[in-house]
Nanobody, 117 residues
Framework: QVQLVESGGGLVQAGGSLRVSCAVSGSFRRYNTMGWYRQAAGKERDLVATITLGGSTNYADSVKGRFTISRDNAKNTMYLQMNSLKPEDTAIYYC???????????WGQGTQVTVSS
């Protein structure tokens, strides 16, 4: 079984930075790809970024150049560094892994990120 726990969310002003973390318990390295998703109030959950075991990354167009996904396999932790934050980045951010046919099997509980204008 795999458990994911996010942390690091909070309130930040527009233009500011925030880093969220995802601590993974269980056999972390078995899961090649990990990802961050976000869900704003009243909207669907969207993919933000993914990272493979080898470190290859992919980003949603809306966050390219502002967000950086990374992982530390030794610490069983994944990160999302968010810079130049905008009010539209406000959402609950979820980490996920165990992708099967493009969909993750395991989710964290989410962490709230709020960007004030």
């Amino acid at each position: 079984q795999v458990q994911l726990v996010e942390s690091g969310g909070g309130l930040v002003q527009a233009g500011g930075s925030l880093r969220v973390s995802c601590a993974v318990s269980g056999s972390f390295r078995r899961y090649n790809t990990m990802g961050w998703y976000r869900q704003a109030a009243g909207k669907e959950r969207d993919l933000v970024a993914t990272i493979t075991l080898g470190g290859s990354t992919n980003y949603a167009d809306s966050v390219k150049g502002r967000f950086t996904i990374s992982r530390d396999n030794a610490k069983n932790t994944m990160y999302l560094q968010m810079n130049s934050l905008k009010p539209e980045d406000t959402a609950i951010y979820y980490c996920a892994t165990g992708f099967v046919n493009g969909a993750p099997r395991y989710w964290g509980q989410g962490t709230q990120v709020t960007v004030s204008s």
